[in-house]
């Protein structure tokens, strides 16, 4: 199997787990791992490639200085070992990317850095200038304040939604898995999966959860949905082990590729498909329905019957049919409490009534991506 899309990727996102930095649970940072993956990017960087490093560890970093043995389960415990970990683990990579003369940086970012529109773009213009320079960006989560109802939860996740933020070519996952299996790995004759052409192929599979170390938070269900994620925007994603990156990544048939299985579109469409949480919803009449997945028009508030939660105009929607399928996504254009008024009428009838301001849609096709 050729793996060209690896080879000739321009533009990387890097994720490396928490178990591939510290290996068992407690353990100090080993430098040995970081070294490896600041050697893994400084051979990309020389064959042209833009890196952009998403790691976790920060918690993990911080549990032996802090005297624990394991991943703590409460959110404050978690936020201060975050805290102590996250100085450990970027000056140990800065440390690994000076001998190759390469300059990194910490970025933390929160859900509110991705949902928000505004704190995307903002978020967006600063990795691409960072990349412009020449710098690797090195990505986390911001735990040490990000609250228990706005946090990532697994920075496969993370990854995923930051290869759309920089429109990368390929993202590749790091993991103390060297591949995806069809049964646990532990189990005898457990057979390594290369390619995964759609997820028709690998529904059947018991994904396992966090793995041995007991330092993260994932599992290789969020390593497939981050797949799902990543591939379903037009971008590959190559699963692999910390022992067998380099090869991976220079062209050998190791890990599990996952194929691109959706066109590439702009980074607003893929921000509303992936990235920004619905405020409420709009139920649609069949017609409406059929016009939007049929004829991608806008939304018109004659083809909506009922409007349910909060929200204000620009904020996140879901389109929902009337048996409750979510068929799109999209930014409304008014408040939640002035759409009753307008469901079930034309355009120019608003327009006669309520003013001209209201002869409008209520999401535009612009603002809409289908699910």
Do not use: C
């Not at 995923?160 to 049964?183: I, K, M, R, T």
């Amino acid at each position: 199997m050729s793996r060209n899309v690896v080879t000739d990727a321009k533009r990387i996102v890097i994720k490396v787990g928490s178990s591939s930095l510290t290996g068992s649970a407690g353990s100090q940072l080993d430098s040995a791992s970081v070294a490896k993956i600041a050697d893994l990017i400084a051979s990309l960087k020389k064959r042209g490639a833009e890196v952009v490093l998403v790691s976790s560890g920060a918690i993990a970093a911080g549990l032996a200085p802090l005297g624990l043995s394991s991943r703590p389960k409460d959110l404050a415990t978690q936020q201060a070992a975050a805290s102590v970990g996250q100085g450990l683990l970027i000056a140990k990579y800065n440390e690994h990317f000076t001998s190759h003369k390469i300059i990194s940086s910490q970025v933390l970012i929160t859900t509110e850095d991705i949902v928000r529109r505004s704190h995307y773009q903002n978020a967006q213009q600063t990795l691409n200038k960072l990349i412009s320079l020449g710098v690797v960006p090195i990505i986390n989560e911001n735990d040490t304040v990000g609250t228990q109802e706005i946090r990532f939860g697994d920075n496969d996740r993370l990854a995923a939604l930051v290869s759309l933020l920089v429109n990368a070519d390929l993202l590749v996952l790091v993991s103390d898995v060297d591949a995806l299996y069809d049964a646990p790995p532990s189990q005898a004759g457990a057979k390594e999966i290369r390619h995964v052409t759609n997820f028709a192929e690998i529904e059947s599979i018991a994904l396992g959860g966090a793995g041995s170390a007991g330092v993260g938070s994932g599992g290789m269900v969020t390593k497939v949905e981050a797949a799902r994620i990543s591939t379903g925007a037009g971008i590959p994603m190559l699963l692999t082990s910390l022992e067998q990156s380099f090869e991976s990544l220079h062209g050998a048939d190791l890990g599990t590729l996952f194929d691109a299985q959706g066109a590439r579109t702009n980074s607003r469409l893929l921000w509303l498909a992936h990235a920004s949480t619905p405020r409420g919803r709009l139920i649609l009449d069949a017609g409406a329905v059929t016009a939007i997945l049929e004829r991608g028009v806008s939304l018109l508030p004659a083809g909506v019957t009922a409007v349910e939660g909060d929200f204000i105009a620009g904020d996140t929607v879901e389109l929902v049919s009337q048996d409750k399928k979510i068929i799109a996504r999209g930014l409304v254009a008014f408040d939640a409490q002035e759409i009753p008024q307008m469901l079930g009428r034309s355009t120019k009838e608003l327009a006669a009534t309520l003013g001209a301001e209201y002869e409008r849609e209520l999401v535009h096709r612009d603002d809409l991506v289908l699910l």
